[in-house]
């Protein structure tokens, strides 16, 4: 065969494989009956002033727009409400969610916010989260 009678004969068509796996569309289940509340304590920051009203009301912003649901971030409608009340974060939803993405999602504001390394969350009961401070200790004692 000649350069231009490959040239001249059509194109072969692959065929496209359809993306298959975990990737696709996740649908989150509703809970049985009832609906669920989470609570993020931040007293203890707010009281020194480390997270004052605005940080907080930043923080529920952050969460309203970062909690998914069905696989899409900030789509969360009636079914996912995040309300601020004093100090504390409640998350009312009827959807199933496991606390420890709430967990997730804190910490990643932390991070963001540079507070990481002085704020902790702490686990406080079976539907709650509280922010604490590491304990750390002076060098001078510690060297004693």
């Not at 494989?17 to 996740?26: D, E, L, P, T």
């Not at 974060?89 to 804190?106: A, E, G, P, V």
Request: aromatic share 12%.
């Amino acid at each position: 065969y000649s350069f231009c009678t490959l040239l001249s004969f059509p194109p072969t068509m692959v065929a496209i494989r359809k993306k298959v796996g975990a990737r696709g569309f996740i649908r989150t289940k509703p809970l049985a009956k009832g609906k669920k509340i989470f609570k993020i304590d931040c007293s203890v920051p707010a009281k020194d002033e480390i997270m004052d009203k605005d940080a907080l009301t930043g923080f529920e912003q952050y969460l309203q727009t970062k909690i998914k649901l069905h696989g899409q971030k900030g789509k969360l409608g009636d079914k996912v409400k995040v309300n601020l009340v004093g100090d504390s974060l409640n998350i009312s939803t009827t959807m199933q969610y496991r606390k420890k993405y709430f967990k997730y999602l804190t910490k990643k504001y932390l991070k963001k916010k540079g507070l990481r390394d002085y704020l902790r969350i702490l686990a406080k009961g079976k539907e709650g989260y509280t922010l604490k401070y590491f304990n750390i200790e002076d060098g001078e004692e510690a060297q004693a």
